[in-house]
């Protein structure tokens, strides 16, 4: 069974006013080599904002086949169901909980260490432990290990 990431973020509209009752909608979709076979994977998850525009999603990682293609697309609708925003090409590395404006900013990156097994990963924390408690096959000698306290 694949690991999974806790994704968050706050939901606003253009007046950085937080959009209560909304809907977020993750879609997962490519394919990857898992066991010697090819899967296509495909994936939607679903949350509702609460009152200050919070959203919490429990998302499969895409890092963990041998040739990871899959990527996240992440929407966010109003309460009228009205699109907000959309952010496409999005790759979870770890099973570490992380913000949308961090998975935003590290998809592309790791998304191409993921096919490239030289290339480092760049992995964000609150503390150094969290990364280490992670399983052997979720760390990679060459993950770069960003510590930013939240």
């Not at 080599?33 to 994936?43: A, N, Y």
């Not at 496409?88 to 913000?99: C, Q």
Request: net charge neutral; charged share 20%.
């Amino acid at each position: 069974m694949p690991n999974k990431a806790t994704v968050r973020g706050v939901l606003m509209d253009a007046t950085l006013a937080p959009i209560a009752s909304g809907k977020i909608v993750a879609t997962l979709q490519g394919s990857d080599i898992f066991d010697g076979g090819l899967r296509v994977v495909t994936q939607q998850v679903e949350a509702t904002t609460d009152a200050q525009g919070g959203w919490s999603l429990d998302l499969i990682v895409n890092g963990e086949g041998e040739r990871a293609g899959t990527t996240w697309t992440i929407t966010g609708y109003n309460q009228y169901v009205a699109k907000v925003f959309e952010a496409k090409s999005l790759f979870l590395a770890s099973a570490l909980a992380t913000t949308l404006g961090d998975l935003e900013r590290s998809s592309a990156p790791n998304l191409r260490a993921a096919r490239e097994g030289n290339a480092a990963r760049l992995i964000s924390v609150p503390d150094y432990d969290r990364y280490l408690a992670l399983p052997e096959s979720q760390r990679r000698p060459n993950d770069l290990v960003l510590v930013k306290p939240q």
